[in-house]
């Protein structure tokens, strides 16, 4: 073999690895929630159950507390995640078509931020929303959320910006069109799948938070479903550990599903954006 083949092989290898490290902890999540509370008791001696089950999944779906909290889930990351794309639109435009004093630290400074942990924010964050009167309401959690995955979201539109030609935005002004009916007619349309992939991108990312809401909704029927989970969890005993493993499943899956089957066009979204230059 050649050194280019055994590279190919050892990335491959170290892929491997890092896909069996997060497919264990998913499979034996399944293997639970599979099984009988006789066989929950059992432990590891049996990672394949004796007699699967799908009354489980069955006893979640028809509860209908779960089905308020997936539809929590879902109305709050799809409005932060529209929040964080209107947002970060005029900011990757200006990024992609104008040169500014500055620009690169912008764009750097944006790519800090989103590097900073919820856990930083957690302490002020909860007191400014207190004093403003702010919480345990949908819109306080659903403006966090736009503000943690727009910088995200600027740096997936300014890729797609930039792979449009500036020819095609130059002609519409030479017809007398506006900078802003440019941008609405002719920019974003052909922009379109970088925006759907920023979406995307952020909602599965708002889908997975914890913190944000915990601290901001203290209310039962206002929980997403990571929240209700997780207080499901700290009053479940052994009897009921299979319900919750089959809960976590099914909160899982939408995430995992989206990832799986658009991504393509999030992959052809990050590299060349909607038009190729």
Do not use: H
């Amino acid at each position: 073999m050649t050194g280019a083949r055994w590279g190919d092989a050892a990335t491959y290898a170290l892929l491997g690895m890092l896909a069996l490290f997060f497919a264990v902890p998913f499979a034996w999540l399944l293997s639970l929630a599979l099984r009988t509370p006789a066989e929950v008791y059992r432990g590891a001696a049996r990672f394949i159950p004796a007699e699967p089950t799908l009354a489980n999944f069955g006893a979640i779906l028809s509860d209908p507390a779960f089905l308020v909290y997936l539809w929590n889930g879902l109305k709050l990351s799809a409005s932060g995640a529209a929040l964080a794309v209107v947002l970060a639109i005029p900011a990757a435009y200006a990024c992609s078509r104008f040169d500014f004093r500055g620009k690169m630290a912008v764009l750097l400074g944006l790519l800090a931020v989103q590097m900073i942990s919820p856990l930083v924010l957690l302490v002020p964050l909860y007191r400014w929303m207190s004093a403003l009167d702010l919480l345990n309401r949908d819109l306080s959690v659903i403006a966090v959320y736009g503000a943690l995955g727009m910088p995200l979201a600027v740096w997936l539109l300014k890729v797609a910006f930039d792979a449009i030609p500036i020819e095609l935005e130059e002609a519409a002004s030479i017809d007398g069109a506006s900078r802003v009916q440019t941008l609405a007619r002719i920019t974003l349309p052909l922009a379109r799948s970088g925006i759907a992939s920023a979406f995307i991108l952020a909602m599965v990312m708002n889908w997975s938070q914890f913190l944000i809401p915990f601290i901001l909704l203290e209310r039962d029927a206002d929980w997403p479903i990571s929240v209700a989970i997780f207080n499901f969890a700290g009053s479940i005993s052994a009897s009921t550990t299979q319900l919750l493993a089959a809960a976590c499943l099914i909160a899982v899956l939408p995430a995992v599903a989206v990832f799986v089957l658009l991504q393509r066009m999030i992959v052809s979204a990050l590299i060349s954006g909607a038009v190729k230059g």
